[in-house]
């Protein structure tokens, strides 16, 4: 029961701790949203991407140079344990399974996300390599303007994905879907950035007792629901941000060691199942993958599968990558 992972109550209020212990319980959070959307479809999970959009930024923040350098070594780190992935379980299956002919073309597509015939979720890869390099000039210009900066960043790339989405067969384009996704996906980095930046977080004093986590868990719930609704994901530079600050402080109230070490776990191994539980839908490799776990029923038990393959798959995989850094 709930009552039991909370503290006795404390008079006064607390800051809410934002550090990377709750970085990692978010991206917990979002990779079970994210496994939970693909297997379910309910639109209220996708939520999932902006979460980890929000701590793209978020992170960015952190960095000790915010330079071109910085930017190439995050997008080389993601890139190698991408391509690891796709080279050594998807390209294979798919070929061997999936009836995959590889061209130059297709392949050089694939690796970068822009065509997603060998990893259905790949599209984050071109994503984060934008916003390496984006968040150069735009965490410049909501350091210098501050509040001003982050609504001209907001407005721009705003303006821009609704001039894409206004192109007859943009979609059809992978140049332009590209593109779109970035832009699209940009304000709630910036804001993630921002609140970073101007320690927001070290702002916002709760009580911790009962009350301020029922209240919380509302506010989270609330903005869950509401990012189901039609056309919410304009608003996800408020929706997001209202829904992470309530899950920070929720569980800045709430000690359950089982709950938080399980989530950071998840959300320490969330890149790599991001990319891993693909293989479950992706066409040409869900042939050999899919019947393992299909035949399980109820949906809820299914979901469970796929994650928790997905995290051993990580888990295993992580070990493998480091191992190969330590020998090369």
Same mark, same amino acid.
């Given at each position: 029961?709930?009552?039991?992972?909370?503290?006795?109550?404390?008079?006064?209020?607390?800051?809410?701790?934002?550090?990377?212990?709750?970085?990692?319980?978010?991206?917990g959070i979002a990779i079970i949203f994210m496994i939970t959307l693909h297997?379910?479809?309910?639109?209220?999970?996708?939520?999932?991407?902006?979460?980890?959009?929000?701590?793209? /930024? *978020?992170?960015? $923040?952190?960095?000790?140079?915010?330079?071109?350098?910085? @930017? !190439?070594?995050?997008?080389? #780190?993601?890139? +190698?344990?991408?391509?690891?992935?796709?080279?050594?379980?998807?390209?294979?299956?798919?070929?061997?399974?999936? /009836? *995959?002919?590889? $061209?130059?073309?297709?392949?050089?597509?694939?690796?970068? @996300? !822009?065509?997603?015939?060998? #990893?259905?979720? +790949?599209?984050?890869?071109?994503?984060?390599?934008?916003?390496?390099?984006?968040?150069?000039?735009?965490?410049?210009?909501?350091?210098?303007?501050?509040?001003?900066?982050?609504?001209?960043?907001?407005?721009?790339?705003?303006?821009?994905?609704?001039?894409?989405?206004?192109?007859?067969?943009?979609?059809?384009?992978?140049?332009?879907?590209?593109?779109?996704?970035?832009?699209?996906?940009?304000?709630?980095?910036?804001?993630?950035?921002?609140?970073?930046?101007?320690?927001?977080?070290?702002?916002?004093?709760?009580?911790?007792?009962?009350?301020?986590?029922?209240?919380?868990?509302?506010?989270?719930?609330?903005?869950?629901?509401?990012?189901?609704?039609?056309?919410?994901?304009?608003?996800?530079?408020?929706?997001?941000?209202?829904?992470?600050?309530?899950?920070?402080?929720?569980?800045?109230?709430?000690?359950?060691?089982?709950?938080?070490?399980?989530?950071?776990?998840?959300?320490?191994e969330s890149m790599n199942m991001w990319f891993f539980h693909a293989i479950?839908?992706?066409?040409?490799?869900?042939?050999?993958?899919?019947?393992?776990?299909?035949?399980?029923?109820?949906?809820?038990?299914?979901?469970?599968?796929?994650?928790?393959?997905?995290?051993?798959?990580?888990?295993?995989?992580?070990?493998?990558?480091?191992?190969?850094?330590?020998?090369?």
């Amino acid at each position: 029961m709930i009552h039991k992972c909370l503290p006795p109550p404390i008079s006064g209020a607390h800051k809410i701790e934002f550090g990377p212990d709750k970085s990692r319980i978010l991206r917990g959070i979002a990779i079970i949203f994210m496994i939970t959307l693909h297997n379910d479809t309910l639109p209220e999970f996708k939520i999932c991407v902006p979460i980890f959009t929000f701590l793209v /930024g *978020y992170g960015y $923040s952190f960095a000790r140079s915010k330079d071109i350098v910085h @930017g !190439l070594k995050r997008i080389w #780190n993601l890139l +190698s344990h991408f391509w690891l992935i796709l080279f050594a379980l998807f390209l294979p299956t798919a070929i061997w399974f999936g /009836g *995959y002919k590889p $061209s130059i073309t297709d392949m050089l597509a694939n690796m970068f @996300g !822009l065509e997603s015939n060998l #990893n259905w979720y +790949s599209w984050y890869v071109y994503f984060y390599i934008y916003a390496m390099i984006a968040m150069i000039a735009f965490s410049r210009l909501i350091d210098r303007y501050r509040i001003t900066g982050l609504i001209s960043a907001i407005v721009v790339t705003s303006t821009a994905s609704i001039a894409i989405h206004s192109i007859n067969g943009w979609s059809a384009n992978l140049w332009l879907q590209a593109i779109y996704d970035c832009l699209l996906c940009s304000p709630v980095m910036f804001v993630g950035y921002a609140f970073a930046h101007f320690k927001i977080a070290d702002k916002i004093k709760i009580p911790h007792n009962p009350a301020t986590a029922a209240a919380l868990a509302l506010v989270a719930a609330l903005m869950f629901f509401l990012r189901g609704v039609t056309y919410a994901s304009l608003f996800d530079f408020i929706i997001v941000p209202v829904f992470v600050m309530s899950t920070v402080g929720l569980f800045n109230i709430i000690k359950s060691p089982f709950v938080t070490k399980t989530l950071e776990a998840l959300g320490k191994e969330s890149m790599n199942m991001w990319f891993f539980h693909a293989i479950f839908a992706t066409a040409c490799t869900a042939a050999a993958f899919a019947p393992l776990v299909d035949w399980i029923q109820p949906k809820f038990i299914h979901i469970m599968a796929v994650i928790i393959i997905s995290f051993l798959a990580s888990r295993i995989f992580t070990a493998t990558y480091s191992l190969l850094v330590e020998n090369r």
